[in-house]
């Protein structure tokens, strides 16, 4: 039987194209196994969001187009198709939009014709079924693309306008992965709050159409922009304070500045976030995760030190820290007004100093605290399981003997930057 492996880069709504792939490609009649040395083709699925990622991916390709068969799919091809061409001209290029369309990818390339299906297309892949990294978590990407039109940001030069899956399909793709097994649904999207503005729905409406599913599980609602959420923010509030929703959430805020904000293109402002986090801030235990770009083009020690201000006031659970990069083909890679490297590195260092603090002394709040958590798979270090509680904690229980997918009474015996320690109680 043909082998293939697959290596995933990037998002969550990467993660579930992939677990679509390997379904499919094993429903075609391939195998697939963990050892790339051992596969008759390698399937790559790619992002190229941040440059030190495209770099790593080039390299990885380079390499491997020497070895082996290549399909290559994601938003690296949608977008250096030229690339392509020059460095893997024998891979198989497969789009954002055709996921769906692998297994002919995998028939042409081993039948040693050229292929490239790189086309946009509104209509997203039907089959519901999937290949799960993670057996107890099931990934729906409900939109692709996003309405805003980010000054830094690549990926809507790949993924284009905001296209909304059908409710029915995230309705169908929700209960096969509940009777699969699934104890988790995660909602991804590049911006989860503009779900449905181009098909006449809402993000409300999906989720009480999934918390009305019968079955004991969770829901996470991936990230979504500060503008969107702003127009549904109190039908967001009474979600995550359903039983079957995390009190969590991931709201992009990237600057401090509003001078900032607008250069960026971001269609909200400091004041607007204040309003939604005041609001967000009545949720009992809400876990609050964030992005910052340092460093963007134009950025004055003042627009910098008001980012230091928002992190001290706001106090994230989470804050992911990205020192500002050029992305071919944006409006901010033309700028006249790039921050020096040294000062981007050393502001984001800065910056990652103030928030592991923070994160720390937000964890050290749950000491003590006992309650129900869910156990949902091996921890990445290998020191035990990893959990989740209602408001999205990471929690890890070292060698419990439990069974995987059910829920526990844990103690937090101890708090770390990024995660909970817990023990098993009666």
């Keep these: 039987m043909t082998k293939?492996?697959?290596?995933?880069?990037?998002?969550?709504?990467?993660?579930?194209?992939?677990?679509?792939?390997?379904?499919?490609?094993?429903?075609?009649?391939?195998?697939?196994?963990?050892?790339?040395?051992?596969?008759?083709?390698?399937?790559?699925?790619?992002?190229?969001?941040?440059?030190?990622?495209?770099?790593?991916?080039?390299?990885?390709?380079?390499?491997?187009?020497?070895?082996?068969?290549?399909?290559?799919?994601?938003?690296?091809?949608?977008?250096?198709?030229?690339?392509?061409?020059?460095?893997?001209?024998?891979?198989?290029?497969?789009?954002?939009?055709?996921?769906?369309?692998?297994?002919?990818?995998?028939?042409?390339?081993l039948s040693g014709e050229l292929f490239e299906l790189l086309s946009r297309d509104n209509i997203f892949c039907k089959e519901v079924q999937r290949d799960r990294d993670w057996k107890y978590t099931g990934i729906i990407e409900i939109s692709k693309g996003c309405s805003g039109?980010?000054?830094?940001?690549?990926?809507?030069?790949?993924?284009?306008?905001?296209?909304?899956?059908?409710?029915?399909?995230?309705?169908?793709?929700?209960?096969?992965?509940?009777?699969?097994?699934?104890?988790?649904?995660?909602?991804?999207?590049?911006?989860?709050?503009?779900?449905?503005?181009?098909?006449n729905s809402n993000l409300p409406k999906v989720v009480q159409n999934l918390t009305a599913l019968p079955g004991d599980f969770m829901i996470r609602i991936g990230m979504m922009n500060i503008d969107f959420a702003l127009k549904i923010i109190d039908e967001i509030i009474e979600f995550l304070k359903q039983p079957k929703?995390?009190?969590?959430?991931?709201?992009?805020?990237?600057?401090?500045?509003?001078?900032?904000?607008?250069?960026?293109?971001?269609?909200?402002?400091?004041?607007?976030?204040?309003?939604?986090?005041?609001?967000?801030r009545s949720i009992p235990e809400l876990t609050l995760s964030t992005d910052i770009i340092t460093g963007f083009p134009g950025e004055t020690d003042e627009d910098f030190r008001k980012t230091k201000e928002l992190l001290h006031a706001a106090a994230f659970d989470i804050v992911n820290i990205s020192k500002y990069g050029d992305r071919k083909g944006t409006l901010a890679s033309k700028s006249t007004e790039k921050i020096p490297t040294e000062i981007r590195k050393e502001r984001s260092r800065e910056l990652t100093i103030i928030q592991n603090e923070i994160s720390l002394q937000r964890n050290r709040k749950w000491l003590g605290w006992e309650g129900k958590a869910l156990a949902l798979r091996q921890d990445n270090d290998n020191i035990g399981i990893l959990f989740r509680n209602k408001a999205y904690k990471t929690i890890v229980v070292k060698n419990p003997v439990i069974q995987i997918g059910n829920w526990y009474k844990v103690k937090i015996i101890a708090a770390q930057k990024t995660r909970l320690v817990g023990k098993l109680i009666d």
């Design 4 to 109: 293939f492996f697959i290596e995933t880069f990037g998002c969550t709504a990467n993660t579930s194209a992939s677990e679509l792939m390997s379904f499919l490609l094993s429903e075609c009649g391939y195998e697939k196994i963990n050892s790339i040395e051992q596969a008759d083709f390698v399937v790559v699925n790619t992002c190229i969001v941040k440059a030190p990622t495209e770099s790593k991916i080039k390299n990885l390709l380079n390499v491997l187009n020497k070895k082996i068969p290549l399909i290559v799919t994601g938003c690296l091809p949608q977008v250096l198709i030229d690339w392509c061409h020059e460095n893997i001209p024998s891979a198989a290029l497969l789009g954002v939009d055709h996921f769906g369309d692998v297994c002919l990818a995998a028939q042409k390339l």
């Design 149 to 199: 039109q980010c000054a830094y940001c690549i990926v809507k030069i790949a993924k284009g306008p905001l296209v909304s899956k059908p409710e029915s399909q995230i309705l169908s793709e929700a209960k096969n992965a509940l009777m699969e097994g699934c104890k988790e649904i995660w909602l991804t999207a590049q911006d989860t709050a503009s779900y449905g503005y181009d098909i």
């Design 245 to 280: 929703v995390y009190a969590f959430l991931h709201i992009p805020i990237q600057t401090g500045s509003n001078r900032i904000l607008e250069k960026m293109k971001r269609k909200y402002t400091i004041e607007q976030f204040w309003e939604l986090y005041e609001k967000l």
